[in-house]
C-alpha cells in the first residue's frame, strides 16, 4: 500500500510567518502534487512536480512555493502566510499519470 | 479553462433507495476519477474510468463514462449508511486533475 505521510495534522499561524508543510511518500512516485480544499470548492491544485528539482504551478500558485531537493519528499511553503490560505492541504502522489492519486491525510492549517 | 460541474451538492437519502450523481465537464477528456472522502479524512480513490463508455462497479456503486457527452456518473443503489461521505469527481487535463465541487451524501434510516 502507497503511504502518503503529511508532517502535521493540525497546524496554527500568524500572519507573516513562513510555513512549511511536509509531505513524504514511500512508493518511489515520481508525480507529486499539493492542493488546498476549501468548502464548496472542492481540491485546487497549487503546484505539482514530476521529478526531482522539477515543479511546475497549478491552478493557484500565488503566494506559494515548493521545495522537491530528493523523490520521495514535496514540501509547500507559504512564504508569508496570510489569512486567505487558512484551509486543508492534501498531498499526493502517483506513479503512473492515468493511475489514481494517492493522498495523505491532510494538514489543517490556521492563519490567525 | 475546464470546469468540472458536480450535481447535486448535498443529498439526503433514506436507505434503500437508488439516486445518481452526476458530473459534467466543459473541455475534452477521456480520464475521469472518482473519490470517496469521510468526514476528516482523506480522499480514497473508487473508480478510475480512462475510455469512452467504461463502466466500473463495487458493491453498490457503479460509474459510467460517457465522454462525447462530458458526462460520467456515479449510480448508488440500494443506499446503507455506510456509504455517507462525500463524493468526487476529477477529469484529468494533460496529467493535472481538476475537481468538482463534491457531492455530500447522507443516507438516514
Known amino acids: 500500500d502507497v503511504k502518503v505521510t503529511q508532517s502535521s495534522r493540525y497546524l496554527v499561524k500568524r500572519t507573516g510567518e513562513k510555513v512549511f508543510l511536509e509531505c513524504v511518500q514511500d512508493?518511489?512516485?515520481?508525480?507529486m502534487f499539493w492542493y488546498r480544499q476549501d468548502p464548496g470548492l472542492g481540491l485546487r491544485l497549487i503546484y505539482f512536480s514530476y521529478d526531482v528539482k522539477m515543479k511546475e504551478k497549478g491552478d493557484i500558485p500565488e503566494g506559494y512555493s515548493v521545495s522537491r531537493e530528493k523523490k520521495e519528499r514535496f514540501s509547500l511553503i507559504l512564504e508569508s502566510a496570510s489569512t486567505n490560505q487558512t484551509s486543508m492541504y492534501l498531498c499526493?502522489?502517483?506513479?503512473?499519470?492515468?493511475?489514481?492519486?494517492?493522498f495523505g491525510d491532510g494538514t489543517r492549517l490556521s492563519i490567525l | 479553462e475546464l470546469k468540472v460541474e458536480q450535481n447535486p451538492l448535498f443529498l439526503s437519502m433514506q436507505e434503500g433507495k437508488n439516486y445518481t450523481i452526476y458530473c459534467n465537464y466543459s473541455?475534452?477528456?477521456?480520464?475521469l476519477y472518482w473519490y470517496r472522502q469521510d468526514p476528516g479524512k482523506s480522499l480514497e480513490s473508487l473508480f478510475v474510468l480512462l475510455s469512452n463508455g467504461a463502466v466500473k462497479q463495487e458493491g453498490r456503486l457503479m460509474a459510467s463514462l460517457d465522454t462525447k457527452a462530458r458526462l460520467s456518473t456515479l449510480h448508488i443503489t440500494a443506499a446503507v449508511h455506510d456509504l455517507s461521505a462525500t463524493y468526487f469527481c476529477a477529469v484529468d487535463l494533460h496529467d493535472k486533475l481538476i475537481f468538482g465541487t463534491g457531492t455530500r451524501l447522507q443516507v438516514f434510516p
Open positions: 499526493a502522489t502517483t506513479i503512473l499519470s492515468n493511475q489514481p492519486q494517492h
Open positions: 512508493m518511489d512516485h515520481e508525480n
Open positions: 473541455t475534452t477528456s477521456d480520464r
